[in-house]
């Protein structure tokens, strides 16, 4: 559709910014994060085993960011060749839908806790956890692989994608969907893993902190979980709110887009459909940065060994200086 291309020129300078945030503050959380579960939470609860894997997970994206930073800031010019494209995008996607599975985790875990302490206390094993964990890694890893295959780094001249930046000179775009022959397979791919990795997820979410807020609040139980609780709530609903609702019904509906609106009179809703598609992008990416937060408000005593070690740190340096 050559006659209603889009402006990639705004992602040019929108997604390194996102990116590089996410990137530091991700890194750094995520380091303090696994030091504290490695070294300072010993021996691990159940719920504990959950949140390193997705602290886990968050760290290898983050990791993986400088290369697609490399790439935006030099105008979305690929130099790294197809197979790191596609490990890229795997790496994305692996990301996303284990962060969610593991906060699925973690909200169920809760919801045990607190609406059925006694019938939990036989199954909210770490053996259990990290049995769970392990079927999430192969679970995701399963049903991203096809992304191995869609993605595709594919040479073409950035004058047809209605770039100012050098519209004369060849580039070489990684896909972070598919390209235009595979658009209608991948289309029926993005919606079975909106569905089931996003949409049953959500659901059991909504489902465990309905109950979790009922038994806190209309039967005002006392349980040593309240504030975690409340906290957890409020952090795992805003990070859907924030970084994966968006996402997915933007991601989708770009999809569409290309798919079936293609003629003269439906250019602009395109543009504005792709525009927004790119905020929801680096918006999806926030989840890195604020998981470590989770961990600090609502994790088990991540807090309080948080803080004890880093007053110990400091007394050990002021001591030496």
Known sequence: ????????????????????????????????????????????????????????????????????????????????????????????????????LFLTCISVH????????????????????VIVCVCVWIVVMAGISPILFFSRARQHTSGTNNSRLHPDTNRTTCYDTTSKELLHTYFIYSMGTTFFGFCIPFATILVCYGFIVKALICNKMRSPFRGKSVR????????????????????????????????????????????????TRGLASLNSCVDPILYFLAGDTFRRKFSTTALRVACRNETIV
């Open 1 to 100: 559709m050559a006659s209603c291309s889009v402006n990639k020129d705004f992602e040019t300078y929108y997604l390194p910014v996102m990116y590089i945030i996410v990137f530091v503050t991700g890194f750094i959380g995520n380091s303090i994060a696994l030091w504290m579960f490695i070294f300072h939470m010993r021996p691990w609860s159940s719920i504990t085993i959950y949140m390193f894997n997705l602290a886990l997970a968050d760290f290898f994206y983050v990791f993986s960011l400088p290369v697609l930073i490399f790439y935006y800031l030099k105008e979305s010019d690929w130099i790294f060749g197809e197979v790191l494209c596609k490990l890229q995008r795997f790496i994305f996607h692996v990301n996303l839908y284990g962060s969610i």
């Open 110 to 129: 809760r919801y045990m806790g607190v609406v059925h302490p006694m019938k939990s206390l036989g199954r909210l094993k770490k053996k259990s956890a």
């Open 232 to 279: 957890l709530v409020i952090i795992v609903l805003a990070v859907f709110a924030i970084s994966y609702l968006p996402f997915h019904v933007m991601k989708n509906l770009n999809l569409q887009s290309r798919l079936y609106y293609q003629g003269i009179d439906t250019c602009e809703w395109n543009r504005r459909v792709y525009a927004m598609y790119q905020v």
